[in-house]
């Protein structure tokens, strides 16, 4: 189990890679990921929330110290691939959900605020529920089979 969480957590590190490439991308330039007027990460990906913290309405683009949500996103999914192949489930646990509590909010400002949408963070949610879940049950096992050998 340990090695799936991790593979999920690679690609999740790929699909964050990717929306990275497109924040760092001319806005002038359509994105790969522009599929309708619904589906632009682009838009997404360039928008006052693709950093954390998100940029203030009169701040320009360029300016301020902020760190792109897709670089967080990079970093969640490496601690999750570490803390589940040395087998610290707890944490990897804690870490996925922290990690599902962003996706949910990123997805939240997505649907709500910016109404467009970016295919690498629904790919990205996706991934993270799957790491989410996958963790729980690993943590349901080893919480039965501790309590069976206690009898």
């Not at 790969?32 to 320009?60: L, M």
């Not at 192949?85 to 944490?91: C, F, H, M, N, R």
Request: net charge positive; with cysteine.
């Amino acid at each position: 189990m340990k090695y799936l969480v991790a593979l999920l957590a690679v690609v999740g590190i790929v699909v964050a890679s990717m929306a990275l490439h497109v924040h760092y991308m001319d806005p002038s330039q359509a994105p790969p990921c522009a599929v309708t007027e619904r589906f632009d990460c682009g838009a997404v990906n360039h928008g006052r929330f693709a950093v954390f913290p998100p940029r203030s309405f009169d701040e320009p683009a360029t300016g301020g110290h902020h760190i792109p949500v897709a670089t967080v996103g990079i970093i969640g999914y490496a601690a999750i691939a570490v803390f589940a192949l040395a087998g610290w489930w707890w944490l990897a646990f804690q870490a996925s959900f922290a990690g599902f509590l962003c996706a949910c909010f990123l997805s939240y400002i997505e649907a709500f605020i910016m109404e467009k949408w970016c295919i690498y963070c629904l790919w990205s949610q996706g991934i993270m529920t799957a790491i989410l879940l996958l963790t729980a049950v690993m943590l349901a096992m080893r919480t039965l089979r501790a309590r069976r050998y206690e009898r």
